[in-house]
């Protein structure tokens, strides 16, 4: 780091705060680490959800174009079969 101080008097209480953030800032340790997560599925998994909640949109969207007046009901067939599935 650097820092501009003046020796004037006008400026004293600025180089005095100057010279106390760079005393602080020289004391800074950076310990640089790998961010890793450890996951409860593999990524594959993952993709197969992913997949399952595209078609099931495509899905509700049909219905939602076809004017279907039973979607709430196929919404929630389609919700019961992904939770045994997941199960």
């Not at 993709?47 to 049909?62: A, H, P, Q, T, V």
């Not at 196929?74 to 079969?81: F, G, L, P």
């Amino acid at each position: 780091m650097m820092c501009a101080v003046a020796p004037a008097s006008q400026g004293f209480e600025e180089t005095i705060n100057t010279l106390k953030y760079a005393n602080r800032a020289k004391e800074i340790k950076i310990q640089a680490g790998q961010n890793k997560r450890l996951v409860s599925m593999h990524v594959s998994d993952y993709k197969c959800i992913i997949d399952d909640l595209r078609r099931e949109i495509e899905s509700l969207r049909n219905q939602v174009g076809e004017g279907n007046t039973n979607t709430s009901q196929s919404v929630d067939e389609s919700m019961i079969k992904m939770n045994t599935k997941e199960l």
